[in-house]
């Protein structure tokens, strides 16, 4: 949806996966009907509290919809309401915003509001790379949604580049360990106090689930998956106190600025 309109499957080319051009499809016919004239936020799809955060974390009080530009073409905005009324196109969106909206409209039909909990035609969840363009708050918030999937009983595969979401899968990890309170959980995920009670069985069904964690490593002309599910800081293997490289690579930030500081000269005041 580059230019703020989805392509029906017959005229994507078939160098396009399957998988993505019915998605496209999907897409083209939620936009063509009335109820493409407000895509979010809708009070019959996603929780209440996940509406409000993802509100807070990603449009920020704008109304995403399809509308009739000057042209007389149907185009995603984002209309933000107030006494100088403001429609933003879809290309002057931000890049979180622009990746989100897809992402957001396929939990629409994973994430039903009433029963039953799943589509019973989908066992398998598989996301690429959900913290694209989006600010760490938000990638967050994408998490929270994740453990939702998992409470209704989906498998959930994530590829990802983000320390943030090794870093929420390794403090699942410690907590349930540690038998830790859902509370706990809701405090990990920034959830309000005002929607923890709505959240509970998501956040408590969360302590329950495992967890696997692999890195892809380029070497010697191959892709190899090395299991680094233990996420522990201590270990000996370096790929897995690193976190698959991700954790080491971000600390090296840290060491460089602290290894600058005890090398500063001292200044006598």
């Keep these: ?37 407000k895509l979010f936020p ?4 996603l ?27 149907r185009r995603l905005r984002l209309r933000f309401p107030g006494k100088q009324e403001t429609s933003l196109p879809f290309m002057t969106w931000t890049a979180g915003q622009r990746e989100f909206t897809p992402l ?19 066992e398998w969840v598989v996301i690429e790379e959900p913290e ?34 090794v870093t929420a899968v390794w403090a699942l990890q410690r907590l349930a360990e540690y038998r830790a309170s859902y509370q706990l959980v809701c405090d990990a995920f920034s959830v309000p106090t005002r929607h923890r009670t709505s959240l509970r069985p998501v956040a408590e069904a969360a302590l329950t689930k495992q967890f696997a964690t692999y890195v892809l490593q380029y070497r010697g002309g191959y892709t190899t998956a090395v299991d680094i599910s233990k996420l522990d800081p ?36």
């Design 42 to 45: 809708l009070d019959r799809l």
């Design 104 to 122: 957001l409209l396929g939990l629409y039909h994973l994430l039903p509001p009433r029963k039953p909990k799943t589509d019973e035609n989908v």
């Design 132 to 165: 694209m363009g989006l600010h760490p708050q938000a990638v967050t918030v994408v998490m929270l949604l994740v453990l939702d999937l998992l409470w209704r009983g989906y498998r959930v595969v994530l590829s990802t580049h983000s320390p943030i979401v």
């Design 234 to 269: 201590d270990d000996d293997d370096d790929v897995v106190s690193g976190w698959g490289g991700l954790a080491g690579f971000s600390s090296r930030f840290g060491e460089a600025v602290r290894t600058a500081a005890n090398q500063a000269p001292v200044e006598n005041t």
């Design 1 to 37: 949806i580059s230019d703020g309109w989805a392509t029906p499957f017959q005229k994507l080319t078939s160098e396009t996966p399957v998988v993505a051009r019915l998605f496209s499809q999907n897409l083209f016919e939620r936009f063509n009907t009335r109820e493409g004239s």
């Design 47 to 73: 929780k209440k509290a996940y509406r409000e955060l993802v509100n807070d974390a990603v449009f920020h009080g704008g109304a995403v919809g399809v509308e009739q530009n000057e042209q007389l073409a």
